[in-house]
Nanobody, 121 residues
Framework: QVQLAESGGGLVQAGGSLRLSCAASRSIFTGATMGWYRQTPGKQRELVASITTGGNTMYTASAKGRFTISRDNAKNTVYLQMDSLNPEDTAVYYC???????????????WGQGTQVTVSS
């Protein structure tokens, strides 16, 4: 099965930092917009940040200025650097790889299994 390998979650105190990593196969990573989403119980999954193949980034308002998304094409890995964390950032964070289909190739939309991030007061 297709499995995006996530790592870096854990427990930190408010004001601390974490860096999440997500590795994908080269064939998936090269043509995909990579994104980080998060979800808490009873709430909808929320897009936190995304980065295109060309390096264009987008952030949700609550993450802007605190989080940084980046990608390393040599390692087929996307990162989410999270600084100045607060308890409201507590959630399961999911990695996503997406690409629209064309007449020449199939598109895709893959998800990781999620990694828990917990920020204590």
């Amino acid at each position: 099965q297709v499995q995006l390998a996530e790592s870096g979650g854990g427990l930190v105190q408010a004001g601390g930092s974490l860096r999440l990593s997500c590795a994908a196969s080269r064939s998936i990573f090269t043509g995909a917009t990579m994104g980080w989403y998060r979800q808490t119980p009873g709430k909808q999954r929320e897009l936190v940040a995304s980065i295109t193949t060309g390096g264009n980034t987008m952030y949700t308002a609550s993450a802007k200025g605190r989080f940084t998304i980046s990608r390393d094409n040599a390692k087929n890995t996307v990162y989410l650097q999270m600084d100045s964390l607060n308890p409201e950032d507590t959630a399961v964070y999911y990695c996503n790889a997406a690409r629209p289909g064309t007449v020449f190739s199939s598109g895709y939309n893959y998800w990781g299994q999620g990694t828990q991030v917990t920020v204590s007061s």
